[in-house]
């Protein structure tokens, strides 16, 4: 709007000076020709030729006090005037080389020729061309204004929108549907469309997760009885191939349950996890999970946690949480140290565990946190998983208001856990409301 108002104001500029100097030069040649006419009056043609050149030296000395120069010439021959004053090859005015207006009237008593200086015609046409330009300039920045002011109302719905959209929950995006319309009805039936759409995914969402969730409740009882009769049929005396087969049952058993309960919580809403709020310590869910570990596992994992980091949420979960990142770094680290460490960040709390395997690569970091997503480098190594792990990580963190991301490091694979921290004083506060 702004260049186009600029573009306007200059073309409109270049038109007025152009008009306003042909009319100059109009009026202009309008005042030659009075005063030839004049001069033809005053000289008739039947006048001699010593009369008419005192007639023409007369007015010679009347228009040079308008700025003007006048010859009168007989059959091309200089009869009076201003004798420095060329005769012109055509009828007409024309501007000459250095500036002046010339015109050309043939009459009877001969042809006069009339000039006059063009400064004060120019000096005009600057000052016009001055104020068209200023003018043009003023345009613009009003333009410039106004566009600002017109552009910023036309996009306030569509910004409106753009932050009802990105408000959504990706968990429940059925229930944050975009507000009402603004009275413009592209950007309303855009909204409507969105809310519909937005609606679709919610259902075909909440179907995926009933689905899962009755499949992992059908498989939990079946695999439960199965770990239960192996377990029994173990105590009895059985040959050492069947002891060792039985074995390997009971763990692949033991795997599925886990991977039946992790689905379970996938399969659970975000809010669902969101419903015990405790202050929970930090160091004892840390000292709980090497607690679990086999005594092999246990040397190899290191622990720096600050006295009194607490956070607000379930333990179990925040256990559950901590145990697969653990896990996970001891599986892709088989021989290394895995080291978890949690300091206090702000109103954050900061839970980094660091590993010595290879690591992963930077084009997998936000993808592992995909469930079922394996990268290329475990399917490579030939470490087993299902690739739930890291997904059911990221679900626990945003379930407490936080975050899970793989961070660069020296060597090995960094993970960062930030959870929002749970101040004594925010406890006493809740106790005193309760």
């Given amino acids: 709007m702004a260049a186009t108002a600029v573009l306007s104001a200059l073309l409109s500029a270049v038109l007025t000076t152009a008009i306003a100097w042909t009319s100059l030069l109009d009026r202009e040649d309008e005042r030659l020709r009075g005063a030839a ?54 009828e007409g005015c024309r501007t000459t080389g250095r ?21 004060a015609a120019r000096s005009q046409r600057s000052l016009l061309l001055g104020a068209a330009l200023l003018a043009a300039l003023l345009a613009g920045l009003a333009g410039l204004g106004l566009s600002g002011a017109v552009s910023a109302r036309i996009a306030r719905p569509l910004q409106r929108l753009r932050e009802e959209v990105a408000a959504v929950d990706a968990d429940a995006p059925g229930r944050a549907l975009p507000g009402g319309g603004d009275g413009y009805a592209e950007t309303d039936a855009l909204r409507a469309s ?8 919610d259902e075909a969402l909440s179907q995926s997760r009933r ?64 419903g015990a709020r405790e202050a929970v310590s930090l160091s004892d869910v840390v000292e709980e999970v090497r607690a679990a570990l086999d005594p ?26 901590l145990e697969n990142v653990v896990g996970n770094a001891l599986k892709f680290a088989p ?6 460490r949690a300091e206090a960040d702000g109103d954050a709390v900061t839970l980094e565990v660091t590993d010595e395997g290879p ?8 993808r592992v946190f995909d469930a079922f997503y394996r990268s290329a480098g475990a399917r490579a190594e030939g470490v087993r998983g299902h690739g739930v792990g890291l997904a059911l990580v990221a679900r626990i963190a945003r379930a407490h208001g936080g975050s899970a991301a793989f961070e660069d490091a020296p060597a090995g694979a960094r993970l ?17 409301a309760l």
């Fill in 99 to 119: 500036g002046w207006r010339q015109c050309r009237v043939t009459l009877p008593t001969g042809a006069v020729e009339v000039t006059s200086d063009l400064a």
């Fill in 37 to 90: 006419q004049t001069l033809g009056l005053e000289v008739p043609a039947a006048m001699d030729e010593a009369t008419a050149r005192g007639h023409a030296d007369d007015e010679q000395a009347e228009v040079a006090v308008a700025g003007m120069r006048i010859a009168l010439y007989r059959a091309g021959a200089f009869v009076g005037g201003d004798a420095s004053l060329r005769p012109s090859a055509a």
């Fill in 416 to 432: 960062l856990l930030r959870l929002p921290r749970w101040a004594p004083a925010e406890r006493d506060a809740t106790m005193r």
């Fill in 335 to 340: 021989s290394g140290a895995v080291t978890v």
């Fill in 359 to 366: 690591g992963v690569a930077p084009c997998d970091r936000q």
């Fill in 296 to 321: 092999a596992a246990r040397q190899r994992v290191r622990s720096a946690v600050d006295e009194g980091l607490h956070v607000r949420g379930d333990a179990l979960l925040l256990r559950v949480m």
């Fill in 194 to 201: 969105l809310g519909e759409m937005l609606s679709r995914l």
């Fill in 211 to 274: 689905f899962a969730a009755n499949a992992a409740h059908e498989l939990r009882t079946p695999l439960g009885t199965m770990q239960a009769e192996l377990e029994l049929s173990a105590e009895g005396v059985l040959p050492e191939e069947v002891r060792d087969s039985q074995g390997r049952v009971l763990r692949t058993l033991g795997g599925l349950n886990a991977l039946v309960e992790r689905l379970l919580i996938l399969a659970a809403p975000v809010e669902s996890l969101r």
